[in-house]
Structure formats: structure tokens, C-alpha cells
């Protein structure tokens, strides 16, 4: 019985780490705001360490582009 309850904890721990670091990994991206005719106008990335910064106009019209890259 006692082993039974090692593993449930276990797994239970496993599967609480695996949810937190998703949680973290999915705010890290990239929002790309556009304008009505479409044209980019602005952006904010967050979570990227040297690359965060934002630029531009915010507008209702947005995107989010989840992961960190490199401005091309």
C-alpha cells in the first residue's frame, strides 16, 4: 500500500512540473498589430530575455506568435 502511494505522488508531481513549465514556455512570443488595412503598425514581444521590447502602435487588430525568434 505504501508503494502505491509513492507513485501516485510521484506521478502526481510529475504531471503538476509538466503543466507548470507549459504554462511558462506559453506566454513567451510575439504580439503583431495591424491596422485595418492590414499593414503592421506595431508589435510587443515578451518573455525572450534580450529580444522583449515593444514598438509601434497597439491596436484591437493583433496576433500572437508564441516562441521566441529572432527579428527578421
Not at 512540473?17 to 508589435?43: C, I, K, M, P
Not at 515593444?54 to 527578421?72: L, P
Amino acid at each position: 500500500m505504501r508503494r502505491i502511494r509513492i507513485f501516485a505522488l510521484a506521478a502526481v508531481v510529475a504531471m503538476m512540473s509538466a503543466a507548470s513549465f507549459s504554462a511558462t514556455a506559453s506566454w513567451q512570443g510575439t504580439w503583431l498589430y495591424y491596422d485595418e488595412e492590414g499593414a503592421l503598425v506595431g508589435s510587443w514581444t515578451a518573455g525572450c530575455g534580450e529580444l522583449d521590447g515593444r514598438w509601434g502602435v497597439a491596436t484591437d487588430n493583433k496576433v500572437f506568435i508564441q516562441g521566441c525568434r529572432a527579428s527578421s
